[in-house]
């Protein structure tokens, strides 16, 4: 059934509630500014671009500008903004005109990602990750709305892919890493690119926000068939200060920044349990080969890729064996996520001791961060055999 049809045959409402998972409440007032946007000349100019930019050419970036100025015209000139007082509960127009544009660029992305052989239930599992934001944006504020304006529209490209427990991303590795697996017995090594500069303990400067005024600079260059560089320790994500050499002739070079990976995201829902992982996994393969994105490697970044879980959780449990699947880089993440995602939002602007102990992972880390320890947003690769 076509999407012309499906939205002759349900309420607004429904279709909202289908694959964003949209509350009543957020779609009443998404759809009183939507109306006025579609009459208004200004905004529905502005409003068709987006979608002409999100869903014709996934140009995220450029749609996400015209979007700025949209929400920043709806700000001024709906005439319902002028009700909704800053501290009010009542949803204004810059909480909702994200929601707006997602709310008239849904029948266009469900027709073209059902164009490009996306499965259905593909496509409502990916575009029900708005739920999720909208129940951020309703925690960070107190109301109705939605934000992640650039992560919220690149949903509706296709170009990312909710499957089983994990997201998946096609994108162009731009990490300073070269990857290489050896031909004998598949072991993975990785060598940073050059000119890095790297503190004592192996991290990037500026990791953490943090500079040292001691450290080292890599190198990497290749002499006749060897190439030789500065290591990375893959099992805890920090670059080594003596250099190694390998035979190119023994090694596969699997990814170099500049070439295609698929990038592997974690939505905060569910379990990553082993099993859960694996079945996303196997299922992902067999999709993105028949969509003709599948990559040789699966990349992440993310807190969970942080070595440091074997000490603040369970190493038997589900988070650290899902950072073991990856051999470990680092990367020049200025503030670390997990004190966000561990203490919840807006944690990162309490005092260390202030934080909550509900659980024995908050515990943890926050025994860790009170006696000084560090935690980190760290990169991995896995190879797929």
């Not at 200004?42 to 996400?64: D, K, T, Y």
């Not at 319902?80 to 949803?91: E, I, K, R, T, V």
């Not at 200025?334 to 966000?340: L, N, Y």
Request: with cysteine; hydrophobic share 40%.
């Amino acid at each position: 059934m076509s999407m012309t049809m499906m939205c002759n045959e349900q309420s607004g409402y429904s279709l909202c509630d289908r694959y964003y998972g949209m509350s009543r409440a957020l779609c009443d007032s998404t759809n009183r500014l939507l109306q006025w946007m579609r009459q208004d000349q200004a905004a529905a100019s502005m409003l068709e671009r987006v979608q002409n930019l999100v869903i014709g050419a996934r140009n995220v970036s450029a749609a996400s500008a015209v979007f700025t100025r949209l929400r920043d015209y709806a700000t001024v000139f709906y005439p319902g903004s002028a009700s909704a007082a800053p501290d009010d509960d009542a949803s204004s127009a810059a909480d909702v005109s994200l929601s707006a544009v997602m709310m008239y660029c849904l029948p266009q992305a469900v027709q073209s990602m059902q164009a490009a052989g996306i499965p259905s239930e593909i496509i409502e599992t990916t575009l029900r990750d708005f739920a999720i934001w909208a129940r951020v944006y309703q925690d960070k504020t107190g109301r109705p709305g939605i934000g992640e304006t650039d992560w919220n529209l690149l949903s509706l490209t296709g170009s990312i892919l909710r499957i089983g427990r994990l997201q998946y991303e096609s994108i162009t590795f731009l990490e300073p890493y070269y990857v290489y697996r050896r031909s004998s017995d598949r072991r993975i090594v990785i060598l940073a690119a050059p000119n890095l500069q790297v503190r004592l303990d192996g991290h990037l400067q500026g990791a953490n926000g943090l500079r040292a005024d001691t450290g080292f600079v890599t190198v990497l260059k290749t002499e006749g068939s060897s190439v030789s560089g500065n290591p990375v320790d893959i099992t805890r994500g920090i670059i080594l200060a003596e250099p190694i050499t390998i035979a190119r002739d023994d090694y596969d070079l699997i990814l170099a920044p500049g070439t295609p990976t698929t990038s592997v995201h974690i939505p905060e829902d569910g379990s990553l349990s082993p099993e859960a992982v694996d079945a996303s996994f196997a299922e992902a393969a067999q999709l993105l080969a028949r969509l003709g994105r599948q990559t040789s490697t699966l990349f992440c970044e993310s807190w969970l890729l942080d070595p440091t879980l074997e000490l603040l959780s369970s190493p038997e449990g589900n988070l650290c064996s899902f950072m073991r699947r990856f051999a470990k880089f680092p990367v020049a993440s200025v503030r670390p996520m997990m004190v966000e995602r561990v203490f919840g939002w807006g944690a990162n602007n309490f005092k260390t001791s202030d934080l909550p102990e509900r659980t024995s992972l908050q515990r943890n880390l926050k025994q860790r961060l009170m006696a000084g320890g560090d935690v980190y947003d760290v990169g991995g690769v896995i190879v797929i055999p």
